[in-house]
């Protein structure tokens, strides 16, 4: 089947949207005939941020259309977007799902089915766009841009953006919606502060500016590179690579705020890990939603487009690499092993000893395997005796300022010189360090108990409110921060033990209330009921549901629906 016209893309308009302009115009009686046309089959869903069966889709085109799988994918759905952060292999397996395989595929590679970021509910759009369309083109469509979940407001018009009436999903699967006055009321929209407005502007820009650049294929150690260099700058990491979690933390915490971050589906806690951060900093192969990366960049002083420029990566890259030979140069000078210049440099002992070679480091010490000096013996060279003199100064004006520390924690106000007088100089160091020893404290479990009661109240209240968690000692501590503790010491906590007995759910009322949740779940998002949709959503195993099934018929019941859902 070939189409005899296909409608002219707008500017930034969703593939979706067009096609939907298609089956209006196409004088279908049947709408399903529209399916036939476009893509040579009905077996295909009108799929949203990311369109399938592109191939197919050309091949019906009339003759000599100008368009190509390519120019749909990356100039009219969020692939360029959403996949902005992924490895370049599967941005490639993405792209060739969308245009020959299984749409719901490109879907999981760029982590949209299994992410915990909830979608926009309808589609979204922006009055004052709206008006310019319906002046230029006499119709309305729905813009790409405001379609990505996390952009409240129109970068084009600064305006606050408004929900259609029409479902993004829970709807007809198979019917292409058109935006349209009558579906895209202007109603009262909720204010933002002048801060918070300023904040969702930038995102919003950024998006923007992602969308409209020429796609670049991306990898995990590019994003580390630039990463790590405005860590180190900022002081949030060392020239190890160690990243300082929690400073970092409370760092983008302050620059976003409380209110930004709910918004965009990304909290912080500064007292306890955050994941996403975590995951996005570190060097794995966990792919982080694009929108955390861009609240990252920003805070940091980066902007979009230094995240996925390919030039500025070669220029940090180098940055980098001259940072880490000025670095082992200035290694070479102090009196370490080649494991342990490889150590802080996080390296190989392998690499350092190329890397001296290539860089012509002549010191005028030599090392013989792990360190071992083959012409004389350092403790004798001149060298030495000025580091031992300079370091025994240094430990003792330590002592004379602070008369009342133990050596322990004068060792916390000048790790470099302690460790050079234990490796080098133990004997002086033993002979010339304080006798005072850290008092020991004993905890007042009591009053620990009396502390935590609250905040094991309020965590619990959070695990209730959203989507469920089993309630346990060691989930409970893992979000408290006190995990390597806290479920070990039952019987020091006896206040909390007895709040936790008396809310303790077995594994069976814990599937139970994932259950009800997942019902409430998928009503909510006008999805009908069925037996695998509720395994699915809820991610309790058939077998289980076999144990509970008349509890389960149960729930059913009273909400309404035909137990026999279950069979």
């Known amino acids: 089947m070939t189409m005899y016209f296909f409608p002219t893309p707008y500017k930034d308009e969703l593939l979706y949207s067009i096609l939907a302009r298609y089956c209006i115009q196409s004088g279908n009686a049947n709408a399903i005939q529209n399916f036939d046309d476009m893509f040579g089959?009905?077996?295909?869903?009108?799929?949203?941020?990311l369109s399938g069966k592109l191939s197919a889709l050309i091949e019906n085109m009339p003759l000599n259309t100008p368009y190509t799988s390519d120019c749909f994918i990356f100039k009219h759905t969020l692939f360029p977007f959403l996949a902005s952060f992924v490895p370049k292999e599967r941005a490639k397996e993405v792209i060739e799902n969308m245009k020959d395989g299984d749409v719901s595929k490109a879907y999981n590679m760029l982590g949209l089915t299994a992410s915990n970021i909830i979608y926009n509910r309808y589609f979204r759009f922006c009055p004052e766009c709206m008006k310019e369309d319906i002046k230029i083109y006499g119709e309305t469509y729905w813009h790409r841009i405001h379609q990505v979940t996390g952009v409240f407001i129109c970068p084009e018009h600064k305006e606050p953006l408004h929900d259609s009436t029409v479902l993004m999903r829970g709807a007809n699967r198979q019917a292409y919606i058109s935006a349209t006055i009558d579906n895209c009321l202007v109603?009262?929209?909720?204010?933002?502060?002048?801060?918070?407005?300023?904040?969702?502007?930038?995102i919003a820009e950024d998006i923007q500016t992602i969308l409209n650049k020429e796609f670049t294929f991306q990898s995990l150690k590019k994003h580390?590179?630039?990463?790590?260099?405005?860590?180190?700058?900022?002081?949030?990491?060392?020239?190890?690579?160690?990243?300082?979690?929690?400073k970092l933390r409370k760092a983008i915490y302050e620059f976003w705020g409380e209110e930004v971050?709910?918004?965009?589906q990304s909290p912080i806690d500064c007292n306890k890990d955050c994941h996403w951060i975590n995951s996005l900093v570190r060097d794995n192969k966990i792919t982080s939603q694009p929108i955390r990366h861009l609240l990252v960049a920003?805070?940091?002083g980066l902007k979009a487009i230094d995240l996925l420029d390919n030039q500025s990566y070669i220029n940090i890259e180098k940055d980098h690499k001259e940072q880490w030979?000025?670095?082992?140069?200035?290694?070479?000078?102090q009196d370490l092993s080649i494991r342990e210049i490889a150590i802080a440099l996080d390296s190989t002992p392998k690499t350092i000893r190329k890397n001296i070679d290539k860089l012509g480091i002549e010191p005028f010490w030599k090392y013989n395997g792990g360190g071992m000096f083959i012409y004389q013996d350092y403790r004798d060279m001149d060298d030495f005796k000025i580091r031992q003199k300079n370091a025994r100064e240094r430990w003792l004006d330590l002592m004379k300022k602070n008369p009342k520390l133990s050596r322990n924690n004068l060792k916390k106000l000048d790790e470099g010189v302690y460790t050079w007088l234990i490796r080098h100089d133990n004997e002086w160091l033993d002979n010339n360090a304080p006798t005072i020893k850290n008092q020991y404290k004993p905890i007042d479990w009591n009053q620990r108990d009396e502390e935590l009661l609250p905040q094991v109240k309020e965590v619990v209240i959070r695990m209730q409110e959203g989507k469920p968690e089993r309630i346990r000692w060691t989930t409970l501590g893992g979000k408290l921060g006190i995990n390597g503790?806290?479920?070990k010491r039952k019987d020091k906590l006896p206040k909390v033990k007895a709040y936790l007995d008396s809310i303790e759910e077995t594994l069976q009322d814990f599937h139970i209330r994932k259950i009800k949740w997942t019902i409430e779940e998928l009503e909510s998002e006008g999805v009908s009921i069925s037996k695998w949709k509720l395994i699915e959503k809820s991610g309790v195993n058939a077998r289980y549901i076999a144990d509970i099934k008349d509890r389960v018929s149960q729930v059913l019941r009273e909400k309404g629906y035909d137990e026999d859902l279950l069979s």
Request: proline share 0%; glycine share 2%; aromatic share 12%.
């Open 485 to 487: 503790w806290f479920s």
């Open 261 to 264: 971050l709910q918004m965009l």
């Open 298 to 300: 920003r805070a940091l």
């Open 224 to 246: 580390k590179y630039i990463y790590m260099e405005k860590l180190i700058e900022k002081g949030f990491a060392n020239l190890n690579t160690m990243v300082h979690q929690r």
């Open 41 to 49: 089959t009905r077996n295909i869903i009108a799929s949203i941020e």
């Open 187 to 202: 109603k009262e929209v909720d204010s933002f502060s002048e801060d918070t407005f300023k904040k969702l502007l930038w």
């Open 325 to 333: 030979e000025d670095k082992l140069i200035e290694l070479c000078k």
